[in-house]
């Protein structure tokens, strides 16, 4: 093979972070760390394999967290990170790569960006890795003494480094095999030893490492962002002897009239959600001159927008429908709404609030020719993008 294989190395005990558990099979919102970390890698196009180095004894944990994900066997590390990164280095040299990214599976919010980054330094540079430039006045403390201060430590030109530190492959695994049995900190000190120039590109403050409990506090609060979106829909009076509002049928003199089922409350639903992850309109989706929609129940377009959100790695966080109309009465039916709304969506109905206005007869709700509907929902999206 040729190409580009990322190590993530994960064979740590984690004795900082305390627990039962390893940190790197803990997890954040439902995820292991690692199986975010190992997705990220997978995820990029420039990486064409992805091989995890894993301690021993956490086989079982790493099946459990790396269900479905087209990895490569994992390999056991040794006694040191930098043991663990030269036997992982070794278990694909027989592969041919031409470079290689090392990554911490305890960094689990690595972006596209910065993984693009250092495959483009590459480019010129036998190694690259990504970094924050150091802003903090640094002390050192006094011998003896951490509490007490020793010196103050020149900023000038120190940098923080981070993960994925990349080269290439059979320089590293060189640099390795010769800076066996020294402790070197990471595979830039391992590279420089052996005398290779690595590069520096710009990091991210969000490519943190999980080292504490702490960390993992923090980062279930700073993982996700957040987006809005909004729907509008009307519908004039028809025919027929009952009109379905947010997926509820109701008994009515009249009907509405549209294309499918014309509910719209779902509609406007539909369109916020899709409008929260900036898919279109309901339209775009299911447009109204495709006969296959003729008389669909409105459900079903609610529910493809609600599955973009989830493959998008998301979830509604809740969502806010106002009726505008002078009849039907909304009061009587807005639980049954609720609770149909939640069902469709998937969430709970303590996530969902219906409410009803009228327009104080002006208008052409207000004369009672049609129902107006308009909707706001929130949706919570990994935070990667930007990383």
């Known amino acids: 093979m040729s190409g580009t294989i990322a190590l993530i190395v994960g064979a740590g005990r984690g004795n900082r972070f305390g627990g039962d558990v390893p940190k790197q099979y803990c997890e954040l919102d439902g995820e292991p760390l690692l199986r975010l970390t190992l997705r990220a890698f997978l995820d990029h196009p420039g990486i064409d394999q992805v091989q995890p180095v894993i301690h021993p004894e956490d086989i079982d944990l790493f099946r459990a967290a790396a269900t479905g994900l087209a990895v490569r066997e994992p390999v056991s590390g040794g006694g040191t990170r930098q043991d663990s990164v030269r036997l992982g280095l070794e278990s694909v040299a027989g592969t041919d790569p031409d470079l290689v990214l090392v990554h911490d599976a305890a960094r689990p919010f690595v972006s596209t960006a910065v993984i693009t980054r250092v495959l483009e330094a590459l480019k010129t540079h036998a190694g690259a890795i990504p970094a924050l430039i150091v802003t903090d006045t640094l002390k050192r403390a006094a011998d003896g003494d951490n509490r007490a201060i020793g010196e103050t430590v020149p900023r000038d030109g120190l940098w923080r480094a981070q993960t994925p530190q990349g080269f290439r492959f059979a320089e590293l695994l060189a640099a390795h095999r010769n800076a066996m049995g020294e402790a070197l900190t990471d595979d830039a000190a391992v590279a420089e030893r052996h005398g290779l120039t690595v590069a520096i590109v710009e990091g ?37 002897d009952h ?15 549209g294309h499918s089922d014309a509910d719209v409350g779902l509609h406007a639903v539909t369109d916020a959600v899709l409008g929260a992850i900036a898919a279109g309109d309901i339209g775009d989706h299911f447009p109204p001159s495709d006969p296959q929609w003729k008389g669909a129940p409105s459900d079903m377009f609610l529910a493809h927008a609600a599955k973009l959100v989830a493959e998008a790695g998301g979830e509604i966080v809740n969502v806010d429908v106002t009726l505008i109309c002078e009849r039907p009465k909304i009061g009587p039916h807005r639980d049954a709404m609720r609770r149909r709304l939640a069902k469709i ?13 009228t327009t104080e007869k002006l208008g052409f709700t207000g004369r009672g020719e049609g129902i107006a509907a308009q909707a706001i929902t929130c949706v919570r999206l990994r935070d990667v993008s930007a990383r």
């Open 243 to 257: 009109v379905y509002l947010c997926g509820h049928r109701i008994t009515l003199d009249h009907g509405l009239v």
């Open 345 to 357: 969506i998937g969430i709970d109905q303590e996530r969902v609030s219906i409410k009803a206005t």
């Open 204 to 240: 991210s403050e969000e490519n943190v490492k999980i080292t504490t409990a702490d960390d993992l506090k923090k980062a279930q609060t700073q993982a996700f962002r957040y987006q809005t979106g909004m729907g509008f829909d009307v519908h004039a009076f028809g025919d027929g």
